[in-house]
Every structure is written in C-alpha cells, then in structure tokens.
C-alpha cells in the first residue's frame, strides 16, 4: 500500500476553503486526470478517473464529515484508497490543507509509478491547482452539513 502525505496553505478564510473542497463536482478543475465525480448522496461519490493510460471508475464513502475540520473517506469497490483532508486555520485568511491517503498501486505501471514518488507530485500538483483555484475566484457556496463516523 502506498502512503502519500502533502499540505498546502492557502490564502483564503477557512470557511471557503472548506466550501470549495466540499463541491467534490469541482474536482476535475484541479484534479489532474478525474475526468468526473458525482456526487450519489450525503455519503457516497462516484469517481472517473484516468491514470496510467487506463480509465477507472470506483464509488468511495464518506465515513466523517466535519464542517471547516476534516473529510475522510474510503472506497466501497474499484481502485483501493482511503484517506483525510483536514483543514487548519492558521490566521482569518490563511488555511493549510493536509491530505493523507492510502491506496493500493495495481499493474506495473502504478507500481513502478508509485515507486518513483509520482502519485507524490500528483497529488502536490492538485493541491497546487487548488490553491490557484481558490484564490483566484474568492469565497464560494458550499454544503455545510456533517457526516458523522459510525460506529
């Protein structure tokens, strides 16, 4: 299993950081190679995503949601992964991202992919987009609700 830990900050209030994170519809403006998500219900999303020269679909869950703190989720079927985004509000206008993810590289091209640290950069260059995103178009809507862990 492949780990991958990256953090951001970003130059907005927390509140729209979190917002905009939150309209996962929106992943592909930042989001190198997801083609789409669609969002099912409060807990589950859809993911189309191509990497590695192959198309991949998987439903993954949201297992906690806590507004302008963290998302968590983990993969129902498909591609193996799980993870967290928290938020932390450094001042009222700045906010750093931390995204800790695990998955599972499959076939040789992930494998050696991953070995070479370039889910790594991806994920960096996501959060770069992010960034660039957020700051450049302000404060967006965004759906405030809480999923809470179970069990």
């Known amino acids: ?17 979190y917002d905009q994170w939150t309209q ?12 789409e998500i669609r969002q099912v219900d409060d807990r589950h999303v859809h993911w189309t995503v191509e ?3 192959s198309r991949h679909e998987w439903d993954a869950e949201i297992t906690e949601q806590e507004p302008e703190e963290r998302v968590a989720w983990r993969n129902v079927d498909g591609k ?25 590289p499959e076939g040789i091209k992930e494998k ?9 950069r991806r994920v960096e260059g996501d959060l770069e987009r992010f960034k660039e995103l957020i700051e450049s178009q302000g ?3 965004g759906w405030r609700g809480e999923v809470p862990r179970e069990g």
């Open 1 to 17: 299993m492949a780990n991958i830990e990256q953090s951001i900050e970003v130059s907005a209030p927390i509140a729209s950081v």
């Open 80 to 104: 193996d992964n799980a993870g967290v985004v928290t938020f932390h509000k450094i001042d009222a206008d700045t906010t750093r991202v931390m995204v800790q993810m695990d998955w599972t």
């Open 51 to 53: 990497f590695g020269g």
């Open 112 to 120: 050696v992919g991953a070995s070479f640290n370039f889910d790594e």
């Open 139 to 141: 404060a967006p809507g």
């Open 24 to 35: 996962f519809e929106d992943f592909p403006r930042f989001m190198e190679g997801v083609e």
